[in-house]
């Protein structure tokens, strides 16, 4: 892995850097909101179909899982997968139904399973007739005006010898969700008749089997697109992301032209750049999350930098991950994306991990800070923004139990942390403008860049910059990602002008770890390719071959 590192025997030397990723991004769209028709166009109502609320003569509540929050005006519910198992010595191994229940303003508390008829949740299964839907898997929920839709993978109470989705095997319901408020018992979601969706294909994907919601949130892009995540078995074993679309135009259910991420599972989405484009952040087989894009209907790698910055575990041993919260904000101009992945310590069991929260505008990573609790161990997550009247930013996440078997969910308030984040997104603006119009007589709107440009810098690409800020041995990311470590310098100065470090001495120098192994590399581009560029004044000419600069392997 690579370490960019900067040495000196004897000479004393100022030096700046910049680090800046090869390649570049897309630009963000503005497009005009539409209304879709009727989501519900299309598909088809199952007969007999209808929801029953658990009660607890019918079973409990063992596990929530697979969280998403949704907004429907100001109100803001949690929808979870709902694991059941059957009381008094029943043969069979439990059914799964569908969990829901309003968030109170602020509230940030588990949100523990229990029996059915005490339980904070509303708890309902799909029956047919008397049989029970117990294969309901994966909902991910999209909220379009005041309605709620839910897409559900279902595989009736024994997995069917065809895996194929439609009529024989696997199949799509979606279900239209209403929030009432009935004699002012409280506010719920009342879910309507699930439909059956068959949506529209091309021969390259109807080889796929076990096609599914990916789980969590879909998106309502600008046009007024519905999408929803989607992952589906190949002909290789392998698992596969793709996304369904209704587009109000075609007034129909459509999948993807192609799959992307082999090996890779759970996505979730969000919204970014031109024409509707959208991005999918899914964990893998390879121990990572890996990111695509898609302008519409075909899918590629996004690249760097995001792309394998955030890993599954310790050490990124290999192996699955669990989904991640992923949401878009604006604040000003920038658009950036927030997510949230657990982070697993070094000290103690490695298996439990904090839920972390981040930031990115695709070139930068900003590493917010832990936002569960310290004695959780926290799995997959929900994430949503709210920039209406009141803004607010809610976490909500898996809890694992002690055993390892059962999960609760809980909730946390995190719109105190959004000030942190505009404030590091407005230093990215500033720097980035700064730079760009930096003249012959350097740059003063904004000090640590005083004396340090002479002229206009390309910003694209540019990730990290280490300029003026000298903290004791940390040589400050002026980007706030990830900072050098410095061995006898100091913070030159020259006519009182600060205008970067000064190194003096044997074994003078600084490390910066843009390639260092660990669970998390906001620089994982540079294991690839990557320019450096430096800016160095050297005082005195060296004796013997000195090195200056390098990257060590």
């Not at 992952?231 to 259910?253: C, E, H, I």
């Not at 994430?383 to 946390?412: F, H, R, W």
Request: with cysteine; aromatic share 8%.
């Amino acid at each position: 892995m690579p370490r960019h590192l900067f040495s000196s025997a004897s000479l004393p030397l100022i030096l700046l850097c910049v680090l800046l990723m090869c390649g570049s991004n897309g630009a963000e769209a503005n497009a005009v909101a539409q209304a879709p028709t009727n989501p519900l166009g299309g598909t088809t109502a199952v007969p007999e179909a209808e929801w029953k609320e658990v009660a607890a003569a019918d079973g409990s509540v063992t596990s929530l899982r697979v969280p998403s929050l949704v907004k429907v005006g100001d109100d803001v519910f949690v929808v979870a997968e709902a694991h059941c198992k059957k009381q008094q010595g029943a043969t069979d191994g439990g059914f799964t139904g569908i969990a829901s229940r309003l968030l109170r303003p602020g509230e940030g508390a588990a949100m523990e399973p229990a029996a059915a008829g005490t339980s904070s949740f509303r708890t309902q299964l799909l029956k047919k007739g008397e049989e029970v839907a117990g294969g309901i898997m994966r909902p991910t929920t999209v909220v379009h005006g005041n309605d709620v839709y839910m897409l559900l993978g279902n595989y009736g109470r024994a997995t069917p010898t065809n895996e194929s989705y439609g009529k024989a095997g696997w199949k799509l319901f979606l279900v239209k969700g209403t929030v009432t408020d009935e004699d002012g018992a409280g506010k719920k979601i009342e879910w309507g008749k699930p439909h059956s969706v068959e949506p529209g294909t091309v021969r390259r994907v109807q080889s796929l089997t076990r096609l599914v919601g990916g789980g969590g949130s879909g998106v309502v892009l600008s046009d007024g697109t519905l999408a929803f995540p989607m992952q589906a078995t190949d002909k290789d074993g392998k698992s596969v992301l793709l996304v369904m679309r209704f587009t109000p135009s075609d007034n129909k259910w459509e999948l993807s032209y192609d799959t992307a991420g082999a090996g890779c599972r759970d996505p979730s989405i969000v919204e970014w750049g031109e024409d509707g484009g959208l991005l999918a952040m899914a964990h893998c087989a390879g121990g990572y999350y890996d990111v695509y894009g898609s302008p519409g209907r075909q899918w590629y790698r996004a690249g760097e930098p995001i792309t394998r910055v955030w890993g599954n575990s310790l050490k990124r041993q290999g192996g699955h991950g669990v989904q991640s919260g992923f949401t878009t904000a604006e604040f000003g101009d920038k658009k950036v994306m927030l997510l949230t992945t657990p982070v697993y310590s070094a000290e103690g069991d490695a298996a439990k991990a904090r839920l972390h929260l981040w930031a990115t505008d695709m070139q930068r990573v900003y590493d917010v800070g832990a936002v569960s609790d310290e004695s959780h161990s926290a799995a997959a997550s929900s994430l949503l923004y709210k920039s209406a009247a009141k803004e607010e930013l809610i976490a909500l996440y898996e809890k694992k139990a002690e055993d390892g078997e059962s999960y609760s969910l809980v909730s946390v308030p995190l719109t105190a942390k959004l000030q942190e984040i505009k404030e590091v997104v407005k230093k990215w603006t500033a720097l980035d403008k700064a730079l760009k119009e930096c003249t012959s007589t350097g740059s003063d709107a904004v000090p640590a860049l005083k004396g340090v440009c002479k002229s206009s810098v390309p910003t694209e690409g540019l990730v990290g910059l280490l300029s003026n800020t000298l903290e004791k041995t940390a040589w400050k990311d002026e980007y706030r990602c990830v900072d050098a470590t410095v061995t006898a310098g100091a913070v030159a100065s020259t006519a009182g002008i600060v205008s970067g470090v000064t190194f003096k001495g044997a074994g003078a120098g600084a490390e910066w770890p843009v390639g260092k192994l660990g669970q998390n590399q906001p620089y994982y581009f540079a294991n690839n390719e990557f320019a450096l560029v430096a800016t160095v004044v050297i005082h005195a000419v060296p004796e013997r071959n000195t090195p200056l600069l390098g990257a060590r392997m």
